[in-house]
């Protein structure tokens, strides 16, 4: 399956801990965006990269979370201190580089549970 | 800020009827895209079908179309001979063409339920 993948899919922690998420995406798309989605709501945004580079934040990245690309093909989010509002399903998507409605393929999802 | 809104939070519909999804967005930019994304259960989220906002014309795929009405606001997803496959949740999602953003601004979703 050459399709975006997630490790691991399901995490339970106690608040205060660490915790970090894997994501590789499709081999050749440069793009590769993370989004948090929480029950009954849609995924919101947290940042993408284009190769390495980290290009665009949302507000919803505090200082707790971090996300790297170090060589331009897996990511990695991670969350220190994790608060029970951090509970939420970990979405990434991986997308080309193309000019116009580039489709997003989306991963599983990691499932993070803070207790 | 750009919103979605999906005022049917569940649909239901017979096996091999059609069906229609709403969706409004606010924004006040002109060049923009739309999409509906589906979210099966427990399976990932896959795209169903885009619009670019400067076409007038409403993108089909098989038994999708929209039905894009730009000054209304209004995207809605349209789905024909509706089968048991098509029970998921469905995210409509705006993204701006200007100022090189990538992010994808979702609804709350529609979860569809398809009767046999």
């Known amino acids: 399956d050459t399709g975006v993948s997630q490790n691991p899919r399901h995490k339970i922690t106690k608040r205060g801990q660490n915790v970090t998420f894997r994501c590789d995406p499709i081999?050749?798309?440069?793009?590769l965006y993370w989004y948090r989605q929480t029950l009954g709501q849609g995924p919101e945004f947290l940042t993408y990269?284009?190769?390495?580079?980290?290009?665009?934040k949302s507000r919803l990245l505090s200082d707790r979370f971090s996300a790297e690309r170090p060589k331009g093909s897996f990511s990695t989010l991670e969350i220190q201190r994790t608060e029970q509002g951090d509970s939420a399903m970990y979405l990434c998507?991986?997308?080309?580089?193309?000019?116009?409605?580039?489709?997003?393929?989306f991963g599983p999802g990691t499932r993070l549970t803070v207790l | 800020a750009q919103t979605v809104t999906q005022s049917q939070p569940e649909m239901s519909v017979q096996e091999a009827e059609t069906v229609t999804l709403s969706c409004t967005y606010d924004?006040?930019?002109?060049?923009?895209?739309l999409f509906w994304y589906k979210q099966p259960p427990s399976r990932q989220m896959i795209l169903v079908i885009r619009?670019?906002?400067?076409?007038?014309q409403n993108a089909t795929e098989n038994r999708f179309s929209v039905n894009f009405q730009k000054a209304a606001k209004s995207f809605s997803l349209k789905i024909s001979d509706s089968q048991l496959g098509d029970a998921a949740m469905y995210f409509c999602?705006?993204?701006?063409?200007?100022?090189?953003?990538?992010?994808?601004?979702f609804g709350k979703g529609t979860k569809l339920t398809v009767n046999p």
């Open positions: 998507a991986s997308s080309l580089a193309l000019a116009g409605p580039n489709e997003q393929f």
């Open positions: 081999s050749e798309h440069n793009r």
């Open positions: 990269f284009q190769n390495e580079a980290q290009l665009e």
């Open positions: 924004t006040s930019e002109s060049d923009y895209y």
């Open positions: 619009q670019e906002a400067y076409k007038q």
């Open positions: 999602a705006y993204r701006s063409a200007w100022g090189g953003s990538e992010k994808l601004v």
